[in-house]
């Protein structure tokens, strides 16, 4: 089984929705991260978490909310959905013990609103 | 200037060829650096952390410049599996929090 889990893998939404992307975990990594990528801007970070009790924005956190929910799971809203809020999106996670811990993500959710 | 900037590519070379991409940073004070490797509409995975030292992985060696803050992803000997797009990653800690930062990416397209 994967290690880092998202759902839906695929969902297409109108303008006004309100969706939820979901991130589950197994790695018991403390620290946790959503990230759109967008053809030639990369991944940019949206929101991130340090533990349940600490959230922070990321770059590009308007129109975006987020709950962890536990240590396991992180969750991403979009409140009302626009079509530019169409991308890639991404969570990872990472251990903060040891500044060479490297990200492990997600296989990606594809959200296309129309 | 961004604090993370790749050559997006696409770098088109053919088999067996060597290919170096850099990457630059403007944080002086960045403490750790990797390379990723994101196949198409796939999610970024680790290549290899680069080293103060250097480090080397068969036919991969990545370097770290802090003189002249770049880091560098020499491939030898390309195969067409090698093609993907090649993403830099540089961590640093303000205010002691660990912030990762990822450039655009690196295509290479490696020909028959």
């Known amino acids: 089984d994967a290690d880092v889990t998202q759902t839906p893998r695929n969902r297409i939404t109108k303008t006004g929705k309100r969706i939820m992307l979901e991130c589950s975990q197994t790695k018991g990594h403390d620290r946790m991260y959503w990230y759109r990528q967008d053809p030639g801007l990369g991944l940019r970070l949206i929101y991130y978490?340090?533990?349940?009790?600490?959230?922070n924005k990321g770059e590009i956190s308007d129109g975006y909310s987020v709950s962890r929910q536990a240590q396991a799971k992180f969750s991403l809203s979009l409140e009302s959905a626009i079509p530019n809020q169409t991308a890639l999106y991404f969570c990872a996670t990472r251990d903060s013990r040891g500044a060479y811990n490297e990200q492990f993500f997600g296989p990606g959710t594809r959200l296309t609103v129309l | 200037r961004k604090e993370v900037e790749q050559d997006p590519g696409p770098f088109n070379v053919p088999e067996g060829a060597t290919v170096a991409f850099n990457c630059t940073y403007s944080n002086s004070a960045s403490q750790s650096f990797f390379w990723y490797r994101q196949d198409c509409r796939k999610e970024p995975k680790l290549l290899m952390s680069?080293?103060?030292s250097g480090n080397e992985d068969g036919r991969f060696t990545a370097q770290l410049n802090r003189a002249s803050q770049y880091i560098s992803l020499l491939i030898r000997d390309s195969k067409l599996s090698d093609s993907a797009t090649y993403l830099c990653v540089v961590n640093n800690a303000p205010g002691g929090y660990q912030k990762v930062t990822f450039g655009i990416g690196t295509k290479l397209q490696v020909i028959p």
């Open positions: 978490s340090f533990d349940v009790k600490d959230i």
């Open positions: 680069v080293y103060s």
